[in-house]
Structures are given as structure tokens and as C-alpha cells.
């Protein structure tokens, strides 16, 4: 996928059992809402129209990785994983989304120069305040 400067990246991990079932699960329930999805060793990637979602399973949980070109999609796509993982019975309910840099899931939240997100900071809304 072709990288731009504009672009938004975010990042979440979910302690969770089975977490390879889980996100194979995930992909099955998001089929219809994206564009193509493939495997890259551990790696699920699920492709939407201007963003992508990287699900990677370890032994000790799930993380979760958003990019895309505009918020509508980068919102849209973490709030339809967020609600698939929701409806998975061992899975937390809270998801903690922090900004992530150009490479998935090596920088915690900086570009690599230092700055957060490349200078676009998201402010993350709580569970609590979305109920």
C-alpha cells in the first residue's frame, strides 16, 4: 500500500486467549466490509478502500494496527474491529488506541524522529465516555 504523508496511524493490543482464533474470527466478521484480505505469515491484513488493519496474534494477546488516508475511514475501521472484538466472549470490552508510527507495531507512537504520529496527535475518547 503506497505511503503518504497524510496519512493516520494507530495502534491497540488485547490481552486475550486464542488470540489466532480470535483474529481469524475477526476477519470472517469484517469479510463483507473490506476490499481484500490476505495473510503475511502471523500476519492478517484486511484492505478497505483508503486504509488498512493489521491483526497480529502472540501468546499473549492481539494487536491491532489501523492506517489510513482520512479520518472517516481510520475512525470507521477501528470502531468496526473494536465492535467485532466486542461480541467475542473472552475479549475485553475497553480498547486503548495509541498513536503509531510508519512501521507497524516497531515505534510507540513516533515517527521515528520523535514526534508523535508524525506531528498529528489523536486524542483517544475513553469507554467510558462513549457509553
Known sequence: ??????????????????????????????????????????????????GRA???????????RVEAGNLVVFCGVRMLLQGQLATVPTAARAVGWRPAGREPFVDKGTDGAGRANGGRILEEASAASLE
Do not use: K, Y
Not at 486464542?18 to 484492505?47: F, I, P, Q, W, Y
Open 54 to 64: 493489521i491483526l497480529r496474534p502472540s501468546d499473549s494477546g492481539l494487536q491491532m
Open 1 to 50: 500500500m503506497e505511503q503518504l504523508a497524510d496519512r493516520f496511524f494507530s495502534e491497540a493490543f488485547v490481552s486475550i486467549l486464542n488470540a489466532t482464533s480470535v483474529a481469524d474470527l475477526l476477519c470472517e466478521r469484517c469479510r463483507g466490509h473490506c476490499l481484500s484480505m490476505d495473510r503475511s505469515g502471523n500476519d492478517r491484513r484486511l484492505l478497505f478502500e483508503d
